[in-house]
């Protein structure tokens, strides 16, 4: 079946600075979704992307549609500790049949 | 507030009893699903519903049983608890139209013991 390959796993970063994470498929998805979990809470979502090429920004968060339509991008610019989570991307494939999540890029900010 | 609830936040069980996770939703979305979250392993579908009274098989339905008797409300059994089945559970919806995205409920931690 379809699967997502989000990258990295993990992260610890310095407050201030700008992350960057990826989600690549090898079939092509219609839509991505960025969602963040904070501890002990459900996914939310943050930033829905429809079209191929799409860049799409949420406050400090901003996201790209990649133009293969195989891959998507979430950026956080000047992290802040209350960015600290899980942070997952998530697809709907081609066939149109439920979302696919990624594995999830756990972030944990320094002060 | 409207949004989608789960019940109870933290339920702790015996092997071989049943127990029941709730979910409720106030958006009237058609689409209802449950997931489970473990490490490792990330989010994984257990079942999900179109609509009241038509439910499907996810990845993982081995063990549980849903319902879906009036389109608020998803409950999620577990006929026969078994540890394996220690996790975290989540509740989700969305509309019927395609590519909606899925909102979820704040989760219910199970512990089988």
């Known amino acids: 079946g379809q699967q997502l390959n989000q990258s990295p796993q993990s992260m610890f970063i310095q407050e201030g600075e700008d992350v960057s994470m990826n989600c690549t498929s090898s079939?092509?998805?219609?839509?991505w979704l960025w969602y963040k979990q904070d501890p002990g809470e459900g996914p939310v979502l943050l930033i829905a992307?429809?079209?191929?090429?799409e860049l799409t920004s949420n406050g400090r968060l901003t996201a790209q549609f990649g133009i293969t339509r195989k891959d998507s991008f979430l950026n956080i610019s000047a992290s802040i500790p209350s960015d600290v989570g899980i942070y997952f991307c998530a697809g709907y494939g081609g066939s149109q049949g439920n979302l696919i999540f990624g594995k999830g890029t756990k972030l944990s900010v320094k002060p | 507030d409207a949004g989608i609830t789960q019940s109870p936040r933290y339920k702790i069980t015996e092997t071989g009893r049943q127990v029941t996770l709730m979910c409720h939703q106030t958006?009237?979305?058609?689409?209802m699903f449950w997931y489970r979250q473990d490490l490792g392993h990330g989010l994984r579908l257990i079942y999900y519903?179109?609509?009241?009274?038509?439910?499907d098989k996810g990845e993982v339905p081995d063990g549980y049983v849903v319902s879906r008797s009036k389109t608020e409300n998803f409950p999620l059994t577990l006929e026969s608890a078994t540890r394996s089945q220690t996790s975290v559970y989540f509740c989700?919806?969305?509309?019927?139209?395609?590519?909606?995205?899925?909102?979820f409920g704040n989760g219910t931690r199970l512990t089988v013991t």
């Open positions: 079939s092509i998805f219609n839509t």
């Open positions: 989700a919806s969305r509309w019927g139209t395609a590519d909606s995205p899925l909102h």
């Open positions: 958006w009237s979305h058609s689409y």
């Open positions: 519903s179109a609509a009241a009274d038509i439910t």
């Open positions: 992307l429809y079209k191929a090429g």
